[in-house]
């Protein structure tokens, strides 16, 4: 019996990427195989120039429940080198991802999420970072990114307690963007993802690039960092055709595609 792929990819919309992962039996746990797909998948997205965005989903209602810990005595943490867990939560990726959350997105699976750039997510939907609870540390972003995403307290809460956070209280603390009925979130990821490719594929990704680039520095040094990458932008033939369409009433014809690169 052939074992099922732990990742899969498709291409719902024009240049988008959808992956999958595909563990169902297990809410999608993160053992060695996935984490090396999902990181050669990244690779894909970022190396295609016919593919502006992804989408990052799990199999049949749930999202992940992060590291296959009856792996984890043989296999270690699965991180891959460089780029942390599943290749994902260290990487710099260039091109906008986003989480479509159903079901569970807990422990690794909501640090998968957390290092997406938008997230949607089912009303019936959850995240909870429970590694205390299991003598661990969320240490592929959640104790980083979390309390700069929820209220500190409410983050301090998730974290040192096991807590769990309802989709719904996500929401409303802006950690998801998007909250739909059960079985849509991948509808909306996919709408989040048409809103993106409106816009210049190389002004997408620089201002990704700032916002990586000075999370954390204050002012001064952040205007430091982001005016050698922004200042070439104003002379570029994209912002020209953005300016004349703005005056002409029409929508861009974005006709520049931004380099390729390697998370």
Known sequence: MLTPHPVLLSEPAPGVLLITLNRPRVRNAIDRPLAEALDAALTRLEDDPALAVGILTGAEGHFCSGMDLKAFPTEGVPVVAGRGLAGLTRARLHKPLIAAVEGAAVAGGFELALACDLITAADTAFFALPEVARGLIAAEGGAIRLPGRLPYHVAMEMLLTAGTLPAADAARYGLVNRLTPQGE???????????????????????????????????????????????????????????????????????????????
């Open 185 to 263: 979130a991948l509808e909306a990821a996919l709408a989040l993802s048409a809103r993106v490719q409106a816009h210049s594929p190389q002004a997408v990704h620089l201002t990704k690039q700032i916002v990586q680039s000075t999370r954390g520095l204050d002012d001064h040094a952040a205007y430091s960092v982001q005016d050698p990458l922004s200042a070439p932008v104003f002379a570029t033939a994209a912002a020209a055709e953005g300016a004349r369409a703005f005056t002409q009433k029409r929508s861009p014809a974005w006709n520049t595609t931004p380099p390729s690169h390697h998370p």
